[in-house]
């Protein structure tokens, strides 16, 4: 029995971007990784339906990352205030 044989995202992105460079023909790129011309095709039309996406996604992914950080300083401060509150009782004693 034949595994499937698994691209990682840099190689797909590498015959992608030759593909759509066009400086060898789709035969001829799938002879020389041993791949599938239909294989390639599929990569890069997938690659040129995301690419503006790589544009667009910064500014979410700044966005994503400022949410996070919120979220963990408001649990930051829960915490000091408790701390506070706790050690405030204890010394009004």
Same mark, same amino acid.
């Given at each position: 029995?034949? *595994?499937? @044989?698994? +691209? *990682?995202? /840099? +190689? =797909?992105? =590498?015959?992608?971007? /030759?593909?759509?460079?066009?400086? %060898?023909?789709? !035969?001829?790129? !799938? *002879? @020389?990784? &041993?791949?599938?011309?239909? %294989?390639? *095709? !599929?990569?890069?039309?997938?690659?040129?339906? =995301? $690419?503006?996406? #790589?544009?667009?996604?910064?500014?979410? /992914?700044?966005? &994503?990352? @400022?949410? &996070?950080? #919120?979220?963990? $300083?408001?649990?930051?401060?829960? %915490? $000091?205030?408790? /701390?506070?509150? +706790? $050690? &405030?009782?204890?010394?009004? @004693?």
């Amino acid at each position: 029995m034949k *595994t499937r @044989r698994r +691209f *990682t995202a /840099e +190689f =797909k992105a =590498k015959v992608a971007l /030759e593909a759509i460079k066009g400086h %060898q023909t789709v !035969a001829e790129l !799938a *002879t @020389r990784h &041993a791949l599938h011309p239909t %294989q390639i *095709t !599929a990569w890069k039309r997938e690659a040129i339906e =995301k $690419l503006a996406k #790589v544009f667009d996604d910064k500014g979410a /992914e700044v966005q &994503a990352n @400022r949410d &996070a950080e #919120v979220t963990k $300083l408001h649990a930051k401060i829960g %915490q $000091l205030v408790v /701390e506070r509150d +706790f $050690l &405030a009782k204890a010394f009004d @004693r």
